[in-house]
């Protein structure tokens, strides 16, 4: 522990001027219990990490009901935006499908082999992704050209090859 430690200051003015060896080795217990629960907490925090993204996901309440599992679909959206009539292009990600391809902070629309591909992006490639409490998101403007035909609705996703294959449409 450093000389100037918060840490240290604080336990220094705990013992007082004159600590008694029982006041000492109180506290080297105290810190002894507290470093095994602090390295239990790292250790499961550590195991938590390295399982997959859809395993991490907050698991649900006994009581709580089944719920809903992670969608395993694209939404693709053309919102009006601004005053002269255009449209926005906005992508949504089911969360089940962002999780199976590792949760990327950026996504590429590729049009390989005749099917729509949306492949995590590094750096300044690709649209960024708003993630919160909805559907992971994105827009894609310049990926207009890419969609070809698609409509506005809901498309069936699978991860494939390290992408999500945008699939027929759902009804």
């Not at 294959?165 to 009804?171: F, L, N, S, Y």
Request: glycine share 12%; net charge positive.
């Amino acid at each position: 522990m450093a000389a100037d430690s918060p840490l240290r200051a604080t336990l220094l003015t705990m013992l007082g001027r004159r600590p008694t060896p029982a006041q000492r080795r109180t506290i080297a217990t105290e810190l002894r219990q507290l470093a095994d629960e602090q390295e239990q907490i790292a250790a499961a925090e550590q195991r938590q990490l390295a399982r997959p993204g859809a395993e991490r996901a907050t698991p649900r309440k006994r009581q709580a009901g089944p719920g809903r599992a992670p969608s395993m679909f694209v939404r693709i959206v053309y919102e009006p935006w601004g005053k002269d009539g255009r449209d926005r292009l906005r992508i949504y990600v089911g969360r089940g499908l962002w999780y199976a391809l590792g949760s990327p902070l950026r996504l590429d629309v590729q049009r390989l082999a005749g099917r729509i591909e949306l492949r995590p992006a590094t750096g300044d490639a690709g649209y960024a992704v708003m993630v919160g409490k909805a559907m992971p998101r994105f827009f894609a403007d310049g990926a207009r050209d890419l969609l070809g035909d698609l409509m506005d609705g809901r498309y069936a996703g699978e991860v494939r090859g390290g992408a999500i294959v945008v699939g027929e449409p759902m009804e």
